[in-house]
């Protein structure tokens, strides 16, 4: 047993370490951010004062503010409350990797024809996804918590630990519902693309239940109210031993779906058409692209053609054009990111109307920070411009690790060896993937304009659609820039240390996008980040001193992919 829990564990342990390290740094990053905010009381007060109407704004994302005049309930409002979207992220594509890429793969099948029972074999696999949840929640918040009581901040190992050991939890609960998903569905981006889904909706869900009649009973049993309702960072809170016992039967349950539905199903997962042959593992991506491969090979060859099945020749014709294959491989992908966005977004639009009036009264009552901003949050469609700003760049480059992550695995895996059998050269596979994500991209962003003009026409708000369609286009460079990176680290380092390198320096500079206007950054520094050279186009309109700039760097960085990828060897 111990075995194969090493295996998966040593698979996410590089994972592990950059998340646990990103987490602690956010938590040091905000905390240091709010003390210097706040070295007085009275200045707490106001600090609160002046984020209260924001707060409210952006509830459905960040939770129920509370004590944001203390450290802990800022960091608890500002880091703890969105975290585990982020991190549920990459677990969210470990798990299907884990699952539906490993039965695509073969690999399953192997593993099953030795005496490995299939019970055995999924809860040896949430063994690892247990240590590897709580190693991230309780490593991250550990350190965030020691490395703010060092600064000043009136957090305590235990305060790390119970924080860290609810962040896990709802970690787990994510994993085991991919885990879940995984087994109704035949590739890894549909099971990803799913259960991403599904957590957005719980979460905002979760969020929301509070302020909507008849639902408060549900949203402390769903995961992130069960998660909110644990706060050991806040004084006078501290944890909830029932939240946390409801998390892990939450975990428990959906695993032991997963693992009832895993232990009775056919293994064969080629009911997508693909091709079967006897020569080769049924259900395997590779055996599918090898198929592929061989009928684009006959048909180069006169006379070569066989008489073969539609779904074989529609193969052939999308290997022999990579772009149309990968953009048909990522519409999954891309439809559960844009249904996602898109009810983001037409939440906000319909409640822009009643939080208007609280959010003036408010700003009244506040100190002169708040006030400040009372003509941007106040003004008809401000709160979209200002959503946009905040969350598209960073949730497009969430997108773009993500299907980095993706290419890296095929590299790992020896799939692209089997597209570089035929005439394709690397460099056209390589511009056709990154051109493929770019699209895709470019349809979450269109998509989510789209919704954002019908919402608003819906309900009587005026939306200022051109600011908003500059900042989607704003936000491709920065998709390129990631995914780019990305690229750059599979082709030159390693496969496996794409998305958890390129994750890592997303999160560091969303949290120094945070911190700088908090510390009084001076402007050149703040726009040495790429969220922070991105600005907020959805209010400032585009700045092609800004904007080219991150063009040029994504196009760079793609260079610099397509250099390492040329030389490497893929026989691996």
Do not use: C
Request: aromatic fraction near 8%.
């Amino acid at each position: 047993m111990l075995s194969t829990v090493h295996f998966w564990v040593r698979r996410g342990g590089r994972g592990l370490l950059a998340w646990s390290l990103g987490v602690g740094v956010m938590v040091v990053a905000v905390a240091a951010a709010y003390l210097a905010e706040a070295e007085t009381p009275a200045d707490a007060a106001r600090f609160a004062a002046s984020l209260n109407a924001f707060a409210l704004a952006v509830k459905p994302l960040f939770g129920e503010p509370i004590s944001l005049d203390t450290a802990g309930g800022f960091v608890h409002w500002r880091i703890l409350g969105p975290l585990p979207l982020i991190v549920g992220a990459y677990l969210i594509v470990f798990v299907s990797r884990m699952t539906v890429g490993e039965e695509r793969r073969g690999a399953v099948d192997l593993v099953l024809s030795t005496p490995l029972a299939r019970v055995r074999f999924m809860l040896e696999r949430f063994a690892a996804l247990a240590i590897i949840a709580l190693g991230i929640g309780l490593a991250g918040l550990v350190l965030g918590a020691l490395g703010s009581g060092v600064l000043g901040a009136p957090f305590s190992l235990a305060d790390g630990v119970f924080a860290g050991l609810g962040l896990g939890l709802l970690l787990l609960v994510w994993a085991s519902l991919t885990g879940l998903v995984a087994q109704f569905t035949l590739s890894r981006a549909v099971a990803g693309a799913v259960s991403a889904l599904l957590m957005v909706v719980v979460h905002l869900l979760s969020n929301v239940s509070g302020v909507v009649g008849g639902l408060e009973d549900v949203g402390r049993v769903l995961p992130t109210g069960a998660y909110s309702a644990s706060r050991p960072l806040i004084p006078g809170e501290g944890p909830d031993a029932g939240s946390l016992l409801i998390l892990a039967a939450e975990a428990v349950l959906l695993w032991g779906v997963a693992t009832l539905l895993f232990a009775r199903r056919d293994m064969n997962v080629a009911r997508s058409g693909a091709r079967r042959r006897a020569a080769a593992p049924l259900g395997t991506e590779a055996s599918t692209r090898l198929d592929a491969a061989r009928e684009s090979a006959a048909a180069a060859v006169p006379g070569g053609r066989q008489r073969v099945s539609g779904s074989s020749r529609w193969a052939s014709v999308m290997l022999r054009g990579p772009l149309t294959r990968d953009v048909w491989a990522l519409k999954g992908v891309a439809l559960g990111w844009a249904v996602g966005l898109s009810a983001l977004v037409a939440f906000l639009v319909s409640v822009e109307p009643t939080l208007r009036s609280p959010l003036e009264e408010m700003l009244d009552q506040a100190g002169p920070l708040a006030r400040l901003f009372a003509g941007d949050l106040t003004a008809p469609g401000a709160l979209v411009g200002l959503m946009f700003g905040l969350f598209l760049a960073p949730a497009i480059a969430a997108f773009a690790v993500l299907q980095a992550g993706r290419w890296a695995g095929e590299m790992e895996e020896g799939l692209l060896v089997l597209d570089l059998s035929t005439a394709l050269g690397r460099i056209r596979l390589l511009l056709s993937r990154v051109a493929a994500v770019l699209l895709a991209g470019g349809e979450v962003l269109v998509v989510t304009w789209l919704v954002a003009q019908m919402a608003g026409r819906l309900a009587a708000v005026p939306i200022p659609g051109q600011r908003l369609g500059e900042a989607a286009l704003a936000a491709l460079p920065v998709a390129l820039i990631y995914f780019g990176l990305g690229l750059a680290v599979a082709a030159w380092r390693s496969p496996s240390w794409a998305a958890p390198f390129a994750g890592a320096l997303a999160l560091a500079d969303f949290v120094y996008g945070i911190v700088g206007p908090l510390l009084d950054l001076p402007a050149w520094a703040t726009r040495m980040s790429v969220f922070g050279r991105y600005g907020n186009p959805a209010i400032d309109g585009l700045s092609f001193s800004s904007h080219g700039v991150l063009l040029l760097v994504g196009v760079g960085l793609v260079l610099v992919a397509l250099l390492g990828f040329q030389r490497r060897d893929l026989s691996w």
